[in-house]
């Protein structure tokens, strides 16, 4: 069963980088069923996507976020990052590991269980 | 960016009542239309993709419809359990996006 896990800090200071990660577990990251990616949630708001990735390397970024994001895989550890530079309290949210399914229809599931990063100095 | 609107942003109803929520696409999507229902702390979980394909495990009483740039999501015989916010997110092009949340209340 895909499983997904977050990991990281919660608390990042301002200007500084934001970086998580996230563990796949009951499928390999070279499914060439899948994207893996990321959405946010400011607390009590909506959710926002913010990039997706292949394992071979071809990513999507959200173009309201793509100057500070960047994405990655890790096909050795079975795990994906997601780094964020110049953080501001406007990205405190809670960050969601996702798989992007992808073939012939593209839907996001299964979700990780969230990881709430606060920015404050 | 395709820009989704739900409404209504908020509703309260009765168990045993019939619920329809709606989604509406800036632009045309096809049926590239998913739906997620998200309870409080817990992360968003799929009900319905491609518009009106049921995801495995749903209850039947989820469903949704749609194409182009109108959606429905409905649910026959609200119970208890299906208390929660619900969002619906375009997978016709980059960036993804999603509606704003209808939150559910139950009467």
């Known amino acids: 069963q895909l499983q997904l896990q977050e990991s990281g800090p919660g608390l990042v200071k301002p200007s500084e980088t934001l970086s998580l990660t996230c563990t796949v577990s009951?499928?390999?990251?070279?499914?060439?069923?899948?994207?893996w990616g990321w959405i946010r949630q400011p607390p009590g708001k909506g959710l926002e996507w913010i990039a997706s990735?292949?394992?071979?390397?071809?990513?999507y970024y959200n173009p309201s976020l793509k100057s500070r994001v960047a994405i990655s895989v890790d096909t050795s550890r079975n795990q994906f990052s997601l780094k964020l530079n110049s953080v501001t309290a406007a990205d405190t949210a809670i960050y969601y590991c996702?798989?992007?399914?992808?073939?012939?229809?593209?839907?996001?599931?299964?979700w990780g269980q969230g990881t709430l990063v606060t920015v404050s100095s | 960016d395709i820009q989704m609107t739900q409404s209504p942003s908020s509703l309260s109803a009765s168990v045993g009542d019939r619920v329809t929520i709606t989604c509406r696409a800036s632009?045309?999507?096809?049926?590239?239309l998913n739906w997620y229902q998200q309870k409080p702390g817990k992360a968003p979980r799929l009900l319905i993709y491609?518009?009106?394909s049921l995801q495995t495990e749903v209850p039947s009483r989820f469903s949704g419809s749609g194409s182009g740039t109108d959606f429905t999501l409905t649910i026959s015989s609200l119970q208890p359990e299906d208390s929660a916010t619900y969002y619906c997110?375009?997978?016709?092009?980059?960036?993804?996006?999603f509606g704003q949340g209808t939150r559910l209340e139950i009467k």
């Open positions: 996702v798989t992007l399914f992808s073939k012939s229809v593209n839907y996001f599931d299964p």
């Open positions: 009951g499928v390999s990251i070279r499914n060439n069923t899948y994207y």
């Open positions: 990735s292949y394992y071979s390397g071809t990513t």
């Open positions: 632009q045309s999507i096809n049926s590239d």
């Open positions: 491609v518009a009106s």
């Open positions: 997110q375009q997978s016709d092009s980059v960036p993804y996006t």
